[in-house]
């Protein structure tokens, strides 16, 4: 059944085969969270921090209908390059599949087909989770209740700075998610290294976050683990500054009326105009950060 429903590159099938590591790395922040050129130009950088830190990056993504683990040059340059790409979550991945539609993966989408193909670490920039305003609105990011559901380790900095980071991180305790800082106790809010909150846990060695991946599966719990990693020092934007920034453009979004998919990539590119495009160079810095973590934690599994 895997073998007609997953695609995957040589490379990437190879790894699995003899045991070797490979990271999973998700399409949406290249379709909808950061501009072309530079979407590209991290997507593929990405990929080279991961070779050069000893595992296979296997970039995941849905193109004309077929579930892509691992992309060749040409289909990432396609995928960068392309408007109305879909941007599916759990609920929109089996639909785009049934229909041939190229979409791009979310956390959550990324999560449950690196599972599907046997890979346990996955890097992104940062999660989705509780926006501001959700006590109206509603809105919690499917990425939530994935990592309460799958078993993958996700290597992040943190939950985007323009959710709502305490209501985040109520509910991933209730979902029973382990949030764990990396190197330091405080919880990273994705440009800034310091949400101002603890994380609930702390591990600095590849090999615990591994080992604790093993033991959940072990004890028959559902679900991976947030690891969140801060973004390094020199690419930082301080939180007070981009507190007003956010704030405008979630007052923005409201007022335009700006619902469900819409949200975090309008509230991403606002702050990117914003800040000057500071916030795009923090959130490739991050992104590279996290792929050498991810890398290191595959190695140890
Ligand atoms: N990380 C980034 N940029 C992004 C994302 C992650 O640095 O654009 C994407 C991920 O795909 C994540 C999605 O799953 O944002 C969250 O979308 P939503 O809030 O609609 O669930
Ligand atoms: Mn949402």
């Not at 193109?63 to 691992?70: C, F, N, T, V």
């Not at 087909?113 to 989705?128: D, K, N, P, W």
């Amino acid at each position: 059944m895997k073998a007609d429903l997953l695609h995957f590159a040589p490379d990437v099938a190879d790894a699995l085969a003899e045991g070797r590591p490979v990271v999973a790395l998700e399409s949406t922040i290249i379709t909808h969270g950061m501009p072309f050129p530079q979407n590209l130009e991290t997507a593929r950088a990405v990929e080279t921090t991961i070779r050069n830190a000893g595992a296979v990056p296997a970039t995941i993504a849905v193109l004309k209908g077929q579930l892509h683990i691992g992309l060749t040059a040409a289909q990432l340059d396609g995928l960068a390059e392309a408007t109305n790409v879909m941007k599916l979550s759990r609920a929109d991945l089996p639909v785009a599949l049934a229909t041939r539609a190229t979409g791009a993966t979310t956390v959550a989408a990324t999560m449950i087909s690196a599972h599907l193909a046997g890979i346990r670490v996955f890097a992104t920039g940062g999660i989705g989770g509780v926006h501001k305003g959700a006590e109206d609105s509603f809105d919690i990011s499917a990425d939530l209740i994935e990592l309460s559901k799958t078993p993958v380790t996700v290597v992040a900095a943190g939950p985007k700075a323009i959710l709502d980071i305490p209501k985040t991180l109520e509910v991933l305790e209730t979902q029973g998610v382990p949030v764990i800082a990396h190197g330091q106790d405080g919880l990273p809010a994705f440009w800034s290294r310091e949400s101002g909150l603890k994380a609930p846990l702390r591990m600095d060695d590849p090999a615990q976050i591994a080992a604790a991946h093993k033991m959940r599966a072990k004890m028959g719990l559902p679900g991976g683990q947030l690891v969140t990693n801060p973004i390094p020092v020199a690419a930082e934007i301080p939180a007070s500054a981009l507190a007003p920034l956010i704030a405008q453009a979630q007052s923005e979004a409201d007022g335009r009326g700006i619902t469900g998919k819409e949200v975090t990539p309008f509230l991403l590119d606002r702050i990117y105009e914003l800040t000057d495009g500071r916030s795009l160079e923090a959130n490739i810095a991050l992104v590279l950060n996290n792929a050498r973590l991810a890398a290191a934690i595959a190695r140890a599994f």
